[in-house]
């Protein structure tokens, strides 16, 4: 079974900045979107940013002009460059990847990044 496996998550002060990895166990055929979403305590998954094979990108209006998403496709790779990092970016970051006429969904066990004030 295919699994995404997602590292770079941890403690960080407001103002650091974190990378987080995201690659698959083995080769997924087509992958189209990756992207990273998060949840916090108490609150519902919400999308932090995607990009599509061609590289197009979509992010969270709250992490625009600080995140930024990569992608490696000869890898089924994808990364999150995340600076300038603050409390309210605290949550348990998944790794999310869509691959096939059907848009499959594979999803990580998710990375912990806290952000201390």
């Known amino acids: 079974q295919v699994q995404l496996v997602e590292s770079g998550g941890g403690l960080v002060r407001a103002g650091g900045s974190l990378r987080l990895s995201c690659a698959a166990s083995?080769?997924?055929?087509?992958?189209?979107?990756m992207g990273w979403y998060r949840q916090a305590p108490g609150n519902q998954r919400e999308l932090v940013a995607t990009?599509?094979?061609?590289?197009?990108?979509n992010y969270a209006d709250s992490v625009k002009g600080r995140f930024v998403i990569s992608r490696d496709n000869a890898k089924d790779t994808v990364y999150l460059q995340m600076n300038s990092l603050k409390p309210e970016d605290t949550a348990l970051y998944y790794c999310n990847a869509q691959a096939g006429v059907s848009s499959r969904d594979y999803w990580g066990q998710g990375t912990q990044v806290t952000v201390s004030s």
């Open positions: 083995r080769k997924i055929f087509r992958i189209n979107v």
């Open positions: 990009i599509t094979r061609d590289g197009t990108t």
